[in-house]
């Protein structure tokens, strides 16, 4: 198994651009995450998915969308790119199988908004 | 919301020192974990412990869910080991289950 595979790993955007990250897991995980990981800090919730069709806002959404069309994968799209916006973003998935609420995480994505 | 403090936030120790991290959160989990954040900014899970003890070569957590704390003890470090340490908790809710993340406490394993 990949895990959980992320694309781009680096990505550098002008402000008002737009651009779709990837995140396909190969796990049959029925949960999926979107976070962001500021300099110095935790990671942040921004979306998340329970299944196919069905996401919900975590705490730091504004300035982005998400779809969930397949269980494989997740895009996060970020519409009109603000500086604020410059973080690394890590995608993640889980399964409610069992009593196991382990959540496993891709490799990341750099992106800077200049 | 459930709040996660993590102490202490820098650490820097001598290889083959020992060490505890201590994890502090403000509400009842279904989920802890914790992550090593090597230099390279990839997350690696070390544990999934809601309760109870671990261990996992130097590495061992043991979590009291009714007091509130996690730790995790790294023996006999390496240099390997440098980069941050972060803890998790989560609650599951009518969907989905979220991370709540601690700040972090950054280790410096020096030679």
């Known amino acids: 198994n990949a895990g959980v595979t992320q694309t781009p790993k680096f990505r550098i955007l002008k402000i008002g651009q737009s651009m779709t990250l990837q995140c396909t897991q190969d796990m049959n995980h029925n949960y999926m995450y979107w976070y962001r990981q500021d300099p110095g800090m935790g990671l942040k919730l921004i979306y998340y998915s329970v299944g196919a069709g069905i996401t919900d806002k975590g705490e730091v959404p504004n300035g982005y969308n998400v779809s969930r069309s397949t269980t494989e994968d997740f895009p996060l799209r970020l519409e009109l790119a603000a500086p604020s916006q410059t973080s690394v973003y890590f995608c993640?998935?889980?399964?409610?199988?069992?009593?196991?609420?382990?959540?496993?995480f891709g490799p990341g994505t750099r992106l800077t908004v200049t | 919301g459930i709040q996660v403090e993590q102490s202490p936030p820098d650490l820097i120790l001598q290889e083959g020192a020992n060490s505890t991290l201590r994890c502090n959160f403000s509400d009842s989990v279904n989920n802890l974990q914790w992550f090593h954040q090597n230099p390279w900014g990839q997350l690696i899970n070390l544990f999934y412990i809601p309760s109870g003890t671990k261990q996992n070569g130097r590495l061992s957590a043991t979590t009291v869910a009714t007091e509130r704390y996690s730790l995790l003890y790294i023996s006999s470090s390496q240099t390997t080991d440098s980069g941050v340490y972060f803890c998790?908790?989560?609650?599951?809710?009518?969907?989905?289950?979220?991370?709540?993340f601690g700040q972090g406490t950054e280790l410096s394993v020096k030679p």
């Open positions: 993640a998935s889980s399964s409610t199988s069992g009593s196991s609420y382990e959540q496993y």
């Open positions: 998790a908790v989560g609650r599951v809710y009518n969907q989905g289950e979220k991370l709540i």
